[in-house]
T-cell receptor, first 111, second 112 residues
Framework: DADVTQTPRNRITKTGKRIMLECSQTKGHDRMYWYRQDPGLGLRLIYYSFDVKDINKGEISDGYSVSRQAQAKFSLSLESAIPNQTALYFC??????????FGPGTRLTVL | GENVEQHPSTLSVQEGDSAVIKCTYSDSASNYFPWYKQELGKRPQLIIDIRSNVGEKKDQRIAVTLNKTAKHFSLHITETQPEDSAVYFCAASPRGYSTLTFGKGTMLLVSP
């Protein structure tokens, strides 16, 4: 089945470390997104990309960067992790017109 | 930018009862409104969506209604079952874009 996958699924790291979260999809969608989920705050958009050469900041991009290596791959980096970046991170892919499909999530803990 | 408010934050019902979750949005240009269900430890999954040219849409026990004038939309679940227990998120997408702004979620608990 066409799907969205994320690696790693869980990661514990220390303050100041650089971390990369990876997302791959076999859905053939052009559009890819990174969200952060915190209890009681819903899903907040970090970055999004409509094609390989297109990168856009979302609501909460500070402290994060992204790379769209191919149509099927979209990576999120935390240049210098801090404890308040502890959260559940979701990648999503989408079609023009709005529908989005989520990966299984990466649980990141920054000590 | 778009702002989406969702109420209530928690909702407890008995099995067989109906449940209603309401959302309001701020951007009158928004034209796509999906609803996602997230079970504990799982990814959000699209359960139903509606576009601004439609007032109501049904899929078995779930339905969504949209009032463009008042800028609000609602999710209705009838004959609730324990497996409906989850967090539900509404979202809105402005015309011409493919980003979504999400509400903060509603935890629905269905007791047997």
């Amino acid at each position: 089945d066409a799907d969205v996958t994320q690696t790693p699924r869980n990661r514990i790291t220390k303050t100041g470390k650089r971390i990369m979260l990876e997302c791959s999809q076999t859905k053939g969608h052009d559009r890819m997104y990174w969200y952060r989920q915190d209890p009681g705050l819903g899903l907040r958009l970090i970055y999004y990309s409509f094609d390989v050469k297109d990168i856009n900041k979302g609501e909460i991009s500070d402290g994060y960067s992204v790379s769209r290596q191919a149509q099927a791959k979209f990576s999120l980096s935390l240049e210098s992790a801090i404890p308040n970046q502890t959260a559940l991170y979701f990648c999503a892919t989408g079609l023009a017109g709005g529908s989005q499909y989520f990966g299984p999530g990466t649980r990141l803990t920054v000590l | 930018g778009e702002n989406v408010e969702q109420h209530p934050s928690t909702l407890s019902v008995q099995e067989g009862d109906s449940a209603v979750i309401k959302c309001t949005y701020s951007d009158s240009a928004s034209n796509y409104f999906p609803w996602y269900k997230q079970e504990l430890g799982k990814r959000p999954q699209l359960i139903i969506d509606i576009r601004s040219n439609v007032g109501e849409k049904k899929d078995q026990r779930i339905a969504v209604t949209l009032n463009k004038t008042a800028k609000h939309f609602s999710l209705h679940i009838t004959e609730t079952q324990p497996e409906d227990s989850a967090v539900y998120f509404c979202a809105a997408s402005p015309r011409g874009y493919s980003t979504l702004t999400f509400g903060k979620g509603t935890m629905l608990l269905v007791s047997p």
